[in-house]
């Protein structure tokens, strides 16, 4: 499906690596410049968490305000670019069937779902992140505000945001965005297992991801 009228991307080629991964799990995987990254939501309606770094220099890593300051919206999609904390692009959203995507929710942990649910032992994005970042030798303190893809955190006039802060982000099957690495990128992602507010309609399911180049 395809809801923005964006172009169909790298259909019809083949991906040099084409993986699925779990309802509620993460994946890491260094992307080189110039390849891309697809993110296909396989079953629809399923909240992607995602974060990238400078390959050789992780200290460099993707930043919100900047990323939001260039594109002049919340709200990405086709043709905005994640930049880095030196202003640097780290990544450009190239295609998008479904898009807009949210900059502002940031990532669900366990304390945050103690917080706004009140439930317990309840596993989040940042558990996924710290799992997948540890490979890289990286950590808690690498985490940043992240891109929550096929996601959306609606603003109203008065700066309110909706009651569970997160609304359905619209995403159908087969729905997916494509990534465009404008360098050696480490790209994190953590395929979202909550299940408290609408961005899984309640139940995670299984993405697929792909690199052409």
Same mark, same amino acid.
């Given at each position: 499906?395809?809801?923005?009228?964006?172009?169909?991307?790298?259909?019809?080629?083949?991906?040099?690596?084409?993986?699925?991964?779990?309802?509620?799990?993460?994946?890491?995987?260094?992307?080189?410049?110039?390849?891309?990254?697809?993110?296909?939501?396989?079953?629809?309606?399923?909240?992607?968490?995602?974060?990238?770094?400078?390959?050789?220099?992780?200290?460099?890593?993707? !930043?919100?305000?900047?990323?939001?300051?260039?594109?002049?919206?919340?709200?990405?999609?086709?043709?905005?670019?994640?930049?880095?904390?030196?202003?640097?692009?780290?990544?450009?959203?190239?295609?998008?069937?479904?898009?807009? !995507?949210?900059?502002?929710?940031?990532?669900?942990?366990?304390?945050?779902?103690?917080?706004?649910?009140?439930?317990?032992?309840?596993?989040?994005?940042?558990?996924?992140?710290?799992?997948?970042?540890?490979?890289?030798?990286?950590?808690?303190?690498?985490?940043?505000?992240?891109?929550?893809?096929?996601?959306?955190?609606?603003?109203?006039?008065?700066?309110?945001?909706?009651?569970?802060?997160?609304?359905?982000?619209?995403?159908?099957?087969?729905?997916?965005?494509?990534?465009?690495?404008?360098?050696?990128?480490?790209?994190?992602?953590?395929?979202?297992?909550?299940?408290?507010?609408?961005?899984?309609?309640?139940?995670?399911?299984?993405?697929?991801?792909?690199?052409?180049?």
């Amino acid at each position: 499906m395809d809801t923005n009228g964006s172009n169909s991307g790298n259909v019809g080629q083949q991906p040099s690596y084409n993986e699925s991964i779990a309802a509620g799990r993460p994946w890491s995987r260094v992307i080189r410049r110039g390849q891309v990254l697809r993110i296909t939501d396989i079953e629809g309606r399923q909240g992607v968490d995602f974060l990238c770094y400078h390959a050789a220099q992780p200290e460099e890593r993707y !930043h919100a305000p900047n990323t939001i300051k260039a594109a002049g919206t919340l709200h990405l999609t086709q043709g905005h670019v994640l930049y880095s904390d030196d202003a640097r692009p780290m990544f450009t959203i190239s295609a998008d069937t479904c898009g807009p !995507h949210d900059t502002i929710g940031g990532c669900c942990s366990e304390v945050s779902n103690a917080m706004l649910y009140g439930v317990t032992q309840c596993r989040g994005c940042r558990e996924n992140f710290l799992e997948a970042l540890a490979p890289h030798g990286l950590g808690r303190r690498d985490i940043v505000p992240n891109v929550n893809l096929f996601c959306r955190v609606p603003v109203f006039k008065d700066g309110k945001l909706a009651d569970r802060v997160f609304v359905d982000g619209g995403s159908g099957p087969g729905d997916y965005v494509e990534l465009t690495a404008e360098m050696d990128a480490l790209a994190v992602i953590s395929n979202c297992p909550q299940i408290n507010n609408p961005c899984n309609n309640g139940t995670p399911t299984p993405i697929r991801v792909s690199i052409y180049g």
